[in-house]
């Protein structure tokens, strides 16, 4: 053979193994529909800033699972040791991650709003109806019970959540679950924005809120172990995500565990966020992404989490007419459990009618609730399907 031929043979090797064949094949067009969506989302972190630190590793994840043969996401085989996001994603489909996600979510979360202003737990509660409406809507378009409780948990807007109820009753959808709720929750400064504005007027949107009382450094310490006992006996189910959530916050109230603190909500929580967020992505492979039942729990997510932020802010306009409009009913949208996020949008909206506004602290109250109450709708779910 000459030398030409051989090296015609090889370059023809090297491309019937690369990727660009399978990209125009008969289903090639899907992987290039995702990955036209992966540099969408990227474009969406990096240049509108929409929650960089959840969606840009999302975005990369997604793109590596549909650059065909590059098999990141490939199980383990007698010949093969298995792709290197196969494995971080165990992390999610063992529970392993969410719990330890909201062990840094705790230490970074002052339930001091929350404790000076009670009432914001109902606002907290009212912004987890969307979970139970998408649970029904769900059973009612065929799904089992543990489809859509897994479907339905995406209206909390909480990833962690999401992940760790839908591994433990419907792991066959997690990856669907899982994309959802994290896109979600990165693109609340989108989707929640309009529903506020079209459920409130200019005047209760205006509404300047009195500032909360201190509260004492004793509040704060007991607060974790009262919610740790009385949660966990009620629903234990709730037990690895409201333990770690209030472990989180006692280690950073306490006072005497400084250092364990700031590596949890620092170092920890990036570690993870990159972790599951790129092994996330990476679940989107187009081949199995691209279904009809996919878009249906897609579809769902959003209902279910459009209609939890109708309901924070319904139930706010209520307490703005009882309290006679000292109350802004645009905290109720934070009572979805994305924290910070909820709470700085709600900020954000309102300041847009009143500059000398500031919800922010007000907004943390029925946010943090809402962390709370995205576990126990979650426990709830475990309880009764598990």
Same mark, same amino acid.
């Given at each position: 053979?000459?030398?030409?031929?051989?090296?015609?043979?090889?370059?023809?090797?090297?491309l019937e193994?690369?990727?660009?064949?399978?990209?125009?094949?008969?289903d090639?067009y899907k992987y290039?529909?995702?990955?036209?969506v992966?540099?969408?989302f990227?474009?969406?972190?990096?240049?509108? $800033?929409?929650?960089?630190?959840?969606?840009?590793?999302i +975005?990369?994840?997604?793109?590596?699972?549909?650059?065909?043969?590059?098999?990141?996401?490939?199980?383990?085989?007698e010949?093969?040791?298995?792709g290197l996001l196969?494995?971080l994603?165990q992390g999610?489909?063992?529970?392993?991650?969410?719990p330890?996600i909201?062990?840094? %979510? !705790?230490?970074m979360?002052?339930?001091g709003?929350?404790?000076?202003?009670?009432?914001?737990?109902?606002?907290?509660a009212?912004? *987890? =109806?969307?979970?139970?409406?998408a649970?029904?809507?769900?059973?009612?378009?065929g799904?089992t019970p *543990?489809?859509?409780a897994?479907?339905?948990i995406i209206?909390g807007?909480d990833?962690?959540?999401? &992940?760790?109820? #839908? #591994?433990?009753?419907?792991?066959?959808?997690?990856? #669907?679950?899982? =994309?959802a709720?994290y896109?979600?929750?990165?693109? &609340?400064?989108?989707? *929640?924005?309009?529903?506020?504005k079209l459920?409130t007027?200019k005047?209760?949107?205006a509404v /300047?809120?009195?500032q909360?009382?201190p509260?004492? /450094?004793?509040? /704060?310490i007991?607060?974790?172990?009262?919610?740790s &006992?009385?949660v966990i006996?009620?629903?234990?189910?709730?037990?690895?995500?409201?333990?770690?959530l209030m472990l !989180?916050n006692?280690? /950073? =109230?306490?006072?005497v565990?400084? $250092?364990?603190?700031?590596?949890?909500?620092?170092?920890?929580?990036?570690?993870?966020?990159?972790? &599951?967020?790129?092994?996330?992505?990476?679940?989107?492979?187009?081949?199995?992404?691209l #279904?009809?039942?996919?878009l249906k729990?897609v =579809?769902?997510g959003?209902? +279910?989490?459009m209609?939890?932020t109708a309901?924070?802010?319904?139930?706010g306009?209520l307490m703005?007419?009882?309290s006679?409009? $000292?109350i802004n009913?645009?905290?109720?949208?934070a009572?979805?459990?994305?924290?910070?996020m909820?709470?700085? %949008? +709600? *900020?954000? %909206?309102?300041k847009?009618?009143?500059p000398?506004?500031?919800l922010?602290m007000h907004?943390?109250?029925?946010?943090?609730? !809402?962390?709370?109450?995205?576990?126990?709708?979650?426990?709830?779910?475990?309880?009764?399907?598990q």
């Amino acid at each position: 053979m000459s030398f030409i031929n051989r090296l015609a043979e090889i370059f023809s090797g090297l491309l019937e193994d690369s990727g660009f064949l399978l990209l125009i094949d008969g289903d090639g067009y899907k992987y290039i529909i995702m990955i036209c969506v992966a540099i969408f989302f990227m474009y969406l972190a990096i240049v509108k $800033k929409y929650e960089p630190l959840l969606l840009l590793p999302i +975005a990369f994840g997604m793109l590596l699972a549909n650059l065909p043969g590059a098999g990141l996401m490939a199980e383990p085989t007698e010949d093969s040791v298995g792709g290197l996001l196969y494995y971080l994603y165990q992390g999610d489909a063992l529970g392993i991650f969410p719990p330890l996600i909201f062990l840094g %979510v !705790g230490v970074m979360t002052d339930f001091g709003p929350l404790i000076a202003n009670p009432k914001s737990l109902l606002l907290g509660a009212a912004a *987890q =109806v969307g979970i139970f409406i998408a649970f029904l809507g769900a059973l009612a378009m065929g799904m089992t019970p *543990q489809e859509a409780a897994s479907v339905g948990i995406i209206g909390g807007a909480d990833g962690p959540t999401a &992940i760790y109820t #839908t #591994t433990k009753l419907a792991p066959h959808i997690l990856s #669907t679950v899982a =994309v959802a709720a994290y896109s979600y929750m990165a693109l &609340i400064p989108i989707i *929640q924005p309009p529903i506020m504005k079209l459920l409130t007027t200019k005047k209760e949107r205006a509404v /300047k809120m009195e500032q909360l009382r201190p509260v004492s /450094k004793t509040e /704060k310490i007991i607060f974790p172990v009262m919610v740790s &006992i009385l949660v966990i006996l009620i629903l234990p189910s709730t037990a690895s995500l409201i333990g770690m959530l209030m472990l !989180g916050n006692l280690l /950073k =109230v306490c006072g005497v565990t400084e $250092k364990i603190a700031s590596h949890a909500s620092e170092a920890l929580m990036y570690i993870l966020s990159l972790f &599951i967020g790129i092994s996330v992505g990476a679940t989107t492979d187009a081949a199995t992404f691209l #279904t009809a039942s996919t878009l249906k729990i897609v =579809v769902l997510g959003l209902f +279910a989490f459009m209609v939890s932020t109708a309901g924070g802010v319904l139930l706010g306009k209520l307490m703005y007419r009882l309290s006679g409009g $000292k109350i802004n009913p645009l905290i109720g949208a934070a009572g979805v459990s994305a924290v910070p996020m909820a709470a700085r %949008v +709600a *900020q954000n %909206v309102g300041k847009e009618e009143n500059p000398n506004n500031y919800l922010l602290m007000h907004a943390m109250g029925p946010n943090v609730a !809402g962390v709370i109450g995205s576990a126990v709708a979650s426990g709830i779910f475990l309880t009764l399907f598990q």
